[in-house]
């Protein structure tokens, strides 16, 4: 789409909404079961595009990608109907004979912007939040992600007029077209930088935004943990789409009495899921381009490499990599890696962790290892991050019963599950009162006694 059919493509999504066509819940449930059913369809054509982007396994595909899709359209069309309704709340007595509730209603137009590195799901899981809220929406795919954006393209084109849903796609310049444009919702997933510019468009119109950023998550680990679990669930969370994911463990942060050990392990665990050697590991995706290996090649150099530190650019390949003794004042520890690189930092005192971490930005997940439970309180108590995890990471991500998102520069606004639905929904408060009869107490003139019954019902 050229920049210049934007407005138009606006236009008629505006009179699309304001026929309040996609009020009727029944009518956003029928939708959302028709997006699954299109995505199921479509089931072989995405896992092989995301293969052909980003080297994805299928098992990293359908978990990541097409599974959890369709997991939260599931659960949206469960609970939806319960979700819409309004929800009667108390009213004071001095209101009476009032009674009040909250309703929900869709903002209206919505821009969801798509970052490469979970191109379907990121998607689809703030479009279904969208259309269950009743909003229409234009998606914004990125423009790396070619193959899987023409089956995204695909799906939605089947199962939805433009008028209410439309994929924009195109590169920086349809970007700042469609951020030029009037939005009533924009969801944005990408880099802090970007992250910026968008709250700043939006800024001009009082739009409200939800921004998930991702930032430079820590995990920690304690000399009480348990060690073996520890390292092969970090290094499968670091890993898992070659580190292109914003809840990626980005650096560690070890205990000095295990430290050794746990590097070990950590490589054991690389060679256990990847051979010895991982360019041949069918489990094992790629970078995203050429530009993206130079940046890790390039933020790697000088470092004191454990293990790994290959890679080809032909191959978008970048081998996963283990660097100690790393400086604070280090490429690796100045922003979000983003890529299949662990940074190992030694601690002796576990408040001398939490320092660390207070020290720099808050992040969008804070992991820890220990199986003391006053040190596990400790951590959570110490520390701010827009989620937390003791004993495991990434995949409190799956969990939809919990609100997923930021907080300062890793992110705002919480989705997922219900909180998809409530994020995009303006949550509108109503309240009725009879006109059978009115008290007149509270008209001028102003009796002495009703002022002192005020008084009392304010303390």
Same mark, same amino acid.
């Given at each position: 789409? &050229? $920049?210049?059919d934007?407005?138009?493509?606006? +236009?008629k999504q505006?009179?699309f909404f304001n /026929?309040?066509?996609?009020? !009727?819940?029944?009518y ?10 299109a995505?199921?369809?479509?089931e ?10 980003l080297?994805?396994s299928e098992?990293?595909a ?12 599931s659960f ?6 319960k979700?819409?309704k ?5 009213t004071?007595l ?21 970052p490469f590195?979970?191109?379907?799901m990121?998607?689809i899981?703030?479009?279904v939040g969208?259309?269950?809220?009743g909003?229409v929406?234009?998606? &914004? $795919?990125?423009e790396?992600?070619a193959?899987t +954006?023409?089956?995204i393209?695909?799906?939605? /084109?089947?199962t939805?007029? !433009?008028?209410?849903?439309a994929?924009v796609q195109g590169g ?7 951020l030029?444009q ?7 997933t990408?880099?802090l930088?970007?992250g910026k510019?968008?709250m700043?468009a939006a ?5 409200p935004?939800v921004?998930e950023l991702?930032?430079?998550?820590p995990?920690?680990v304690?000399?009480?943990?348990h ?12 890993m898992?789409?070659?580190g292109?994911?914003?809840?990626a463990?980005?650096y560690?942060?070890?205990?000095e009495e295990i430290?050794e ?5 950590l490589?054991?665990?690389i060679?256990?899921?990847y051979?010895e050697n991982?360019?041949e ?6 970078i995203?381009n050429?530009?993206a290996i130079?940046r890790l090649?390039?933020i790697?150099?000088?470092e004191?490499?454990?293990?790994g530190?290959e890679s080809d ?8 990599t ?5 400086n604070a ?6 922003e979000?890696?983003f ?11 576990l ?7 207070n020290s720099?930005e808050?992040?969008l ?9 006053k ?5 959570l ?10 004993n495991?990471?990434?995949v409190?991500?799956t969990?939809?019963s919990?609100?997923?998102?930021g907080?300062?520069y890793?992110?705002m ?8 639905f409530?994020a995009?929904?303006h ?5 009725k ?6 008290i007149?107490?509270r008209?001028p003139?102003i ?6 019954a005020?008084?009392q019902?304010f303390?």
């Amino acid at each position: 789409m &050229k $920049p210049t059919d934007i407005p138009g493509l606006l +236009t008629k999504q505006n009179v699309f909404f304001n /026929s309040r066509a996609t009020l !009727p819940v029944n009518y956003r449930i029928d939708k959302l079961k028709q997006l699954k059913k299109a995505i199921q369809k479509y089931e072989r054509e995405i896992l092989d595009a995301l293969y052909a982007d980003l080297g994805k396994s299928e098992f990293e595909a359908f978990s990541g990608e097409v599974g959890l899709s369709v997991r939260e359209i599931s659960f949206h069309i469960r609970n939806l109907k319960k979700w819409s309704k309004p929800k009667r709340v108390s009213t004071p007595l001095f209101l009476f004979p009032s009674k009040s509730c909250i309703c929900k209603q869709p903002y209206g137009k919505v821009l969801i912007m798509v970052p490469f590195n979970y191109p379907l799901m990121l998607a689809i899981i703030p479009l279904v939040g969208a259309i269950s809220a009743g909003n229409v929406a234009i998606i &914004k $795919p990125s423009e790396l992600t070619a193959k899987t +954006t023409v089956v995204i393209n695909k799906i939605i /084109s089947e199962t939805f007029n !433009p008028e209410h849903v439309a994929v924009v796609q195109g590169g920086v310049e349809v970007g700042r077209e469609l951020l030029a444009q009037r939005w009533d919702m924009i969801f944005f997933t990408g880099s802090l930088p970007v992250g910026k510019m968008v709250m700043e468009a939006a800024a001009k119109n009082l739009t409200p935004v939800v921004l998930e950023l991702g930032g430079k998550n820590p995990v920690v680990v304690d000399k009480d943990a348990h060690l073996e679990t520890a390292a092969k669930r970090i290094i499968w969370g670091k890993m898992f789409n070659a580190g292109q994911s914003c809840v990626a463990p980005d650096y560690l942060l070890v205990n000095e009495e295990i430290r050794e050990e746990f590097l070990k392990l950590l490589k054991k665990a690389i060679v256990q899921m990847y051979t010895e050697n991982p360019k041949e590991s069918k489990d094992f995706a790629r970078i995203i381009n050429e530009k993206a290996i130079d940046r890790l090649v390039k933020i790697t150099e000088n470092e004191t490499i454990y293990t790994g530190g290959e890679s080809d650019r032909k191959e978008n390949y970048f081998a996963p990599t283990i660097i100690t003794d790393v400086n604070a004042d280090s490429p690796l520890m100045q922003e979000e890696i983003f890529g299949p690189v662990l940074p190992v930092i030694s601690f002796n005192e576990l408040d001398d962790a939490i320092h660390h971490i207070n020290s720099a930005e808050k992040p969008l997940v804070a992991y820890f290892f220990s199986e003391n439970k006053k040190k596990q309180r400790k951590f959570l108590d110490s520390t701010s991050s827009g989620d937390a995890c003791i004993n495991e990471v990434v995949v409190h991500f799956t969990n939809f019963s919990l609100p997923f998102g930021g907080i300062g520069y890793s992110g705002m606004g919480k989705y997922q599950g219900k909180y998809s639905f409530e994020a995009f929904s303006h949550r509108r408060s109503v309240m009725k009162t009879t006109t059978r009869f009115d008290i007149p107490f509270r008209y001028p003139p102003i009796k002495k006694y009703v002022l002192k019954a005020i008084r009392q019902v304010f303390r």
